[in-house]
């Protein structure tokens, strides 16, 4: 079974940075597409970034230009760099892939971020 483990996330002030990871297991991930998602207390769940297996990207407009997906398909593991953040960003992050069919209904613990001063 596919297992999403997300770490990095914590207290920043605006403007400042984090680097999430996302550890995967159960799959071979350089044939999987994958994303991370967000979702703000009492809010729904929304796109964040996209990696596809040739490496492309894609992004919700609201991060672009200050995020930035990679992936590590050796290693399991998919990051998101993310600069110049802000209040609105404070969030639980998730990893997964794109693929609803694809996600079995699995999903990880996501990782805190809290973008306050």
């Known amino acids: 079974q596919m297992s999403l483990v997300e770490s990095g996330g914590g207290l920043v002030q605006p403007g400042g940075s984090l680097r999430l990871s996302c550890a995967t297991s159960g799959i071979i991930l350089r044939i999987w597409n994958m994303a991370w998602y967000r979702q703000a207390s009492g809010k729904q769940r929304e796109f964040v970034a996209s990696?596809?297996?040739?490496?492309?990207?894609s992004y919700a407009d609201f991060v672009k230009g200050r995020f930035t997906i990679s992936r590590d398909n050796a290693k399991n593991m998919v990051y998101l760099q993310m600069n110049s953040l802000k209040p609105e960003d404070t969030a639980v992050y998730y990893c997964?892939?794109?693929?609803?069919?694809?996600?079995?209904?699995?999903w990880g613990q996501g990782t805190q971020v809290t973008v306050s001063s």
């Open positions: 990696i596809y297996t040739d490496n492309s990207t």
């Open positions: 997964n892939t794109p693929s609803e069919w694809a996600r079995q209904g699995v």
